[in-house]
């Protein structure tokens, strides 16, 4: 299973918006609705910020949000503040209990 | 408070073994599946291997079929990982992650695996 495709790296000033894709095939983030999103700064563990495509964890700023259409899932984050800068990971259920994350992407706040 | 600690790793040679444990607290254990997530120096997350709430199903990723093994003690609330054959690209922090509706969360502190000579 190949991992899912994402941009390398997503930058934005302040206050701006800014939307990661996550692109898989039909055998993943189009076949399921369980694609899940997740902040890593560094040297911390990773922390899910979406789930179930669009779904946010209590606690999660509402400035984060999920959409997906065919075989692309994206995420969100408007208003950008600084802290948000951190690497994101896309995940879609595979099937067979199985799961692939994205290639992640680095957020830079400019 | 959830809560995931592993140990367990360090530095071994190539061909060599070693188990990662994952205490968990603050949850009923034995209610959930939970996965082992893996993330080599610099590089992305990898999915490693899940089980579930009695141990008695497991899957694992195709890199690590037959050398990496999932298992837990819900007496002692703990989730293992026995790694053998441990080869170069096996390097990596090692997290643990509770399963939840096809989601990982929370995640543990990761515990680093070097295998090299």
């Known amino acids: 299973q190949s991992a899912l495709t994402q941009p390398a790296s997503v930058s934005g000033s302040p206050g701006q918006s800014i939307t990661i894709s996550c692109t898989g095939t039909s055998s993943d983030v189009g076949g399921y609705n369980y694609v899940s999103w997740y902040q890593q700064h560094p040297g911390k563990a990773p922390k899910l910020m979406i789930y179930d495509v669009s779904n946010r964890p209590s606690g999660v700023s509402n400035r984060f949000s999920g959409s997906k259409s065919g075989n692309t899932a994206s995420l969100t984050i408007s208003g950008l503040q600084a802290e948000d800068e951190a690497d994101y990971y896309c995940s879609s259920y595979i099937g067979s209990n199985s799961y692939v994350f994205g290639t992640g992407t680095k957020v830079t706040v400019l | 408070e959830v809560q995931l600690v592993e140990s367990g790793g360090g530095l071994v040679q190539p061909g060599g073994s070693l188990r990662l444990s994952c205490a968990a607290s603050?949850?009923?254990?034995?209610?959930?599946?939970m996965h082992w997530v893996r993330q080599a120096p610099g590089k992305g997350l990898v999915w490693v291997s899940q089980i579930n709430g009695d141990g008695k199903r497991t899957s694992y990723a195709d890199s690590v079929k037959g050398r990496l093994t999932i298992s837990r003690d819900n007496a002692k609330n703990t989730l293992y990982l026995q790694m053998n054959s441990l080869r170069a690209e096996d390097t990596a922090v090692y997290y643990c992650?509770?399963?939840?509706?096809?989601?990982?969360?929370?995640w543990g502190q990761g515990t680093l695996v070097t295998v090299s000579s």
């Open positions: 992650a509770r399963a939840s509706s096809f989601t990982f969360d929370p």
């Open positions: 603050g949850f009923t254990f034995s209610s959930y599946w």
